[in-house]
């Protein structure tokens, strides 16, 4: 009977301690499902977020459509917002938005910002020369402005330099992967559009590169 007792008990130790591994198992398992969702190192969690982050991706595609007056609605609602990271980048584009609506006249560029919005003024009126002298001081300016490479691609595009637009893109990508959707969407590159190359950079996933 001593052996048998001895049998059970190493029995129930050994349950005792799968069952402690087991329970180990799952709170790893609990805490690595209730890590924040992040996009852009924005936290997602809370459904504000969420509905402040959708109506900055509704602003910044009016932004680079260069409907300005809209985006500008809408980039005030994204400062109502609880996330400051979202709060920031909203009043940059506010603030450029708002001095591209100004008159050419008013106009006389200094910084990045400037040459950046004087170039998209250009563009606006087919001025070709003038805008891409002014993008390229932007960019000289501001080399990790991810939005004056979006600009110079768009311009290629419009004046049929292929090579130039992807490689300027792709800049534009990789400063800042949001990018992507908007092109996807943007009329300015239709120049694109049966270009191989065009559609692997903006879908990735249909050939297993995103990244």
């Known amino acids: 009977m001593g052996k048998v007792s001895r049998s059970s008990a190493g029995a129930s130790g050994?349950?005792?301690?799968r069952s402690r591994s087991l329970s180990k198992t799952l709170k790893k398992k609990t805490l690595a499902?209730?890590?924040?969702?992040?996009?852009?190192?924005?936290?997602?969690?809370?459904?504000?977020?969420?509905?402040?982050?959708?109506?900055?991706?509704e602003a910044l595609a009016l932004f680079h459509q260069q409907k300005f007056a809209k985006a500008k609605q809408e980039l005030e609602k994204v400062l109502e917002g609880p996330s400051k990271e979202l709060v920031d980048r909203a009043r940059m584009h506010l603030k450029i938005a708002e001095q591209r609506m100004k008159p050419a006249h008013e106009q006389n560029p200094r910084t990045a910002e400037e040459h950046y919005q004087r170039g998209v003024a250009m563009m606006n009126v087919g001025r070709w020369d003038e805008a891409?002298?002014?993008?390229?001081?932007?960019?000289?300016?501001?080399?990790?402005?991810?939005?004056?490479?979006?600009?110079?691609?768009?311009?290629?595009?419009l004046?049929?330099?292929?090579?130039?637009?992807?490689?300027?893109?792709k800049v534009a990508i990789?400063?800042?992967p949001e990018n992507r959707f908007h092109a996807r969407n943007d009329e300015d590159f239709a120049f694109l559009q049966e270009d191989p190359r065009f559609t692997e950079l903006l879908y990735p996933e249909k050939d297993g590169t995103a990244g």
Do not use: F
């Open 14 to 17: 050994r349950s005792k301690g």
């Open 33 to 57: 499902s209730t890590q924040p969702t992040q996009r852009g190192g924005v936290e997602l969690v809370d459904p504000r977020v969420q509905a402040q982050l959708k109506i900055y991706d």
């Open 132 to 157: 891409r002298e002014s993008l390229d001081k932007a960019r000289k300016g501001a080399p990790r402005a991810d939005y004056v490479h979006y600009a110079l691609a768009a311009l290629d595009c």
């Open 159 to 169: 004046t049929g330099e292929a090579e130039s637009a992807m490689k300027n893109l």
């Open 174 to 176: 990789e400063l800042r």
